[in-house]
């Protein structure tokens, strides 16, 4: 079985950084396409940053881009998402996500592209 868990979520300042992890067991990193996703209340679910099986390759919504850096540790069998000069508007419930194999053309940022997910951890920011 397939287990995401999250973690790392909290309250910082504007301005400030946290890094959200997600642990996976049942597979290995390696395998998975992954992803982070946010959700907020006036927001549909939002693609925030992809990364391949391998790692070599990083996607990220407008919106985080120069902020956020998504990354891999396969000796951990964890994906992490470093955030930076946060906003209020990066305050979300954040979801790991992952499907084993590749995107074989779909979208990073779709939910739909997804098989397992995370439980969410919470983020707020204040200004």
């Known amino acids: 079985q397939v287990h995401l868990v999250e973690s790392g979520g909290g309250s910082v300042q504007a301005g400030g950084s946290l890094r959200l992890s997600c642990a996976v067991s049942?597979?290995?990193?390696?395998?998975?396409?992954m992803a982070w996703f946010r959700q907020s209340p006036g927001h549909e679910r939002e693609g925030v940053a992809g990364?391949?099986?391998?790692?070599?390759?990083?996607y990220y919504s407008d919106s985080v881009k120069g902020r956020f850096t998504v990354s891999k540790d396969g000796a951990k069998n964890t994906m992490y998402l470093q955030m930076n000069s946060m906003n209020p508007g990066d305050a979300a419930m954040y979801f790991c996500?992952?499907?084993?194999?590749?995107?074989?053309?779909?979208?990073?940022?779709?939910?739909?592209?997804?098989?397992?997910w995370g439980q969410g951890t919470q983020v707020t920011v204040s200004s």
């Open positions: 049942g597979s290995s990193v390696s395998n998975m396409i």
């Open positions: 990364i391949t099986a391998a790692g070599g390759v990083s």
């Open positions: 996500a992952a499907s084993e194999g590749r995107w074989n053309g779909r979208p990073w940022s779709r939910d739909w592209v997804y098989t397992y």
